[in-house]
């Protein structure tokens, strides 16, 4: 089974502080996409940044930027200037781009992050 | 251009009974997913569908559940004799085509059963 593993439950940050959300996974493909969602207490899944994995460039949306390194099968989440309004579960995940299953998102276990005032 | 639409958002059914879950797609989106979080973990992949067609479901257990997208109105998810361990949230997402790049996803229908 391909998987995607968050090996921190937790993190927490003070706010105006930077953060980094690891993530780590397995495939057998070349090319795919990774991504990260923010789950809120709201439970609404809301897309937070987007890689494709035969982009060597780094993806970035204000002050979220993400490592991906393809060789090692990371791709950590860094959030900079954290806000009050980032708390939140964030989950990694991982779509495939061929073959038969490239319609499956397969997610992590979640790492909850808390943001102190 | 709305999002996707889920509804109930919380349903609450006695063990035995069972549970319709409905996803409204994107406009203009025709391939929908359905997702499964159980308490403390991430989402699972369950079943995609594809209007009037099953494509995968392979995620989905074997006995009292089965989805449906028809040509006309929205997704269904129906679980039968619902169990406690049926109690999770469930999550419907829906994309332009096959492999986009983004599923979009709906708030979700967090099912209880007690």
């Known amino acids: 089974a391909q998987t995607v593993t968050q090996s921190q439950p937790e993190m927490s940050v003070q706010e105006a502080e930077t953060v980094t959300l690891s993530c780590t996974y397995d495939t057998s493909e070349s090319d795919y996409y990774l991504f990260w969602y923010k789950q809120p207490p709201s439970r609404q899944m809301i897309l937070v940044i987007r890689?494709?994995?035969?982009?060597?460039q780094n993806a970035t949306e204000n002050r979220f930027s993400v490592n991906f390194q393809k060789a090692a099968k990371s791709f950590s989440l860094k959030i900079s200037d954290s806000q009050l309004g980032d708390a939140a579960m964030y989950f990694c995940?991982?779509?495939?781009?061929?073959?038969?299953?490239?319609?499956?998102?397969?997610f992590g276990k979640g790492t909850l992050l808390t943001v102190n005032p | 251009n709305a999002g996707v639409m889920q509804n109930p958002r919380h349903l609450v059914r006695r063990r035995g009974q069972e549970a319709r879950l409905r996803c409204s797609p994107m406009k203009g989106h025709s391939h929908v997913y359905w997702y499964r979080q159980l308490p403390e973990e991430g989402l699972k992949f369950m079943v995609y569908l594809q209007k009037e067609n099953i494509i995968d479901e392979s995620g989905m257990p074997k006995e009292r559940f089965s989805a449906e997208f028809p040509k006309e109105g929205p997704s269904i998810l129906r679980i039968q004799q619902v169990v406690r361990g049926d109690s999770a949230a469930y999550f419907c997402a829906s994309s332009p085509r096959p492999g986009a790049d983004e599923q979009y996803f709906g708030p979700g229908t967090r099912l209880t059963v007690t």
């Open positions: 995940a991982r779509l495939g781009s061929g073959g038969g299953s490239n319609y499956k998102l397969t």
């Open positions: 890689q494709e994995a035969y982009k060597q």
